[in-house]
């Protein structure tokens, strides 16, 4: 029996393919050797497996706290090199918690120099220097700002809003001692 059905399938690959039951098998292997070659490339199809085990030696984020209004100051205390705080940066003034990015933000990451700081001008720029990590944003071009808004986006989406950067409003010397000096002067009385 094994045999005649070993006849038939001879015949249907001829009749079916055109090609001689060698051939045929040739080119079957063939496929599966690049089949498997390719797709180890790719990954396993086991994946289920290791992103179990993935998942058990990382712990979860805790939830973002909340910072409210803070200083630049206080905010260089969020840059990651405390794995206890959250890591954090801002755009434009706003406050995200980038910790589940930790591999880009964090320390050792590709863009951990944002950490800590607002990098409006920076990401606008699409710059690493030193002197673009400030959140002033005065005299970029629209391509600048445009760029920036995207990036904005892409956090407002991604990540979530934990504060503010406090801004502090310079006081000039000689209009605060004008201002001082006005409010001392001695009113005439109405005698």
């Known amino acids: 029996m ?13 009749a079916y393919t055109g090609l001689s039951p060698t051939t045929f098998f040739t080119v079957l292997a063939l496929c599966l050797a690049l089949y498997y070659a390719v797709s180890g490339l790719f990954g396993h ?8 085990g993935y998942g058990e030696q990382t712990q979860p984020l805790p939830p973002p706290v909340q910072l409210g209004e803070v200083t630049e100051d206080e905010l260089k205390l969020y840059d990651g090199t405390d794995p206890e705080k959250p890591l954090l940066m801002a755009i434009k003034g706003q406050i995200y918690d980038v910790s589940q990015s930790r591999m880009f933000y964090g320390p050792g990451g590709p863009y951990a120099l944002f950490a800590g700081k607002d990098a409006s001008r920076a990401l ?5 220097e030193e002197k673009d990590l400030t959140g002033d944003i005065s005299g970029l071009g629209p391509f600048e700002l445009d760029a920036l808004q995207d990036w904005e986006y892409k956090f407002m989406s991604k990540y979530t809003k934990v504060g503010t950067i406090k801004k502090t409003v310079p006081v000039e010397e000689e209009a605060s001692s004008a201002v001082i000096a006005d409010n001392t002067e001695e009113k005439p009385s109405a005698e």
């Open 2 to 14: 094994a045999l005649q059905l070993w006849e038939t399938l001879k015949e249907a690959i001829t």
């Open 45 to 52: 199809s086991d994946s289920h497996s290791r992103d179990r």
């Open 124 to 128: 606008a720029k699409m710059s690493f």
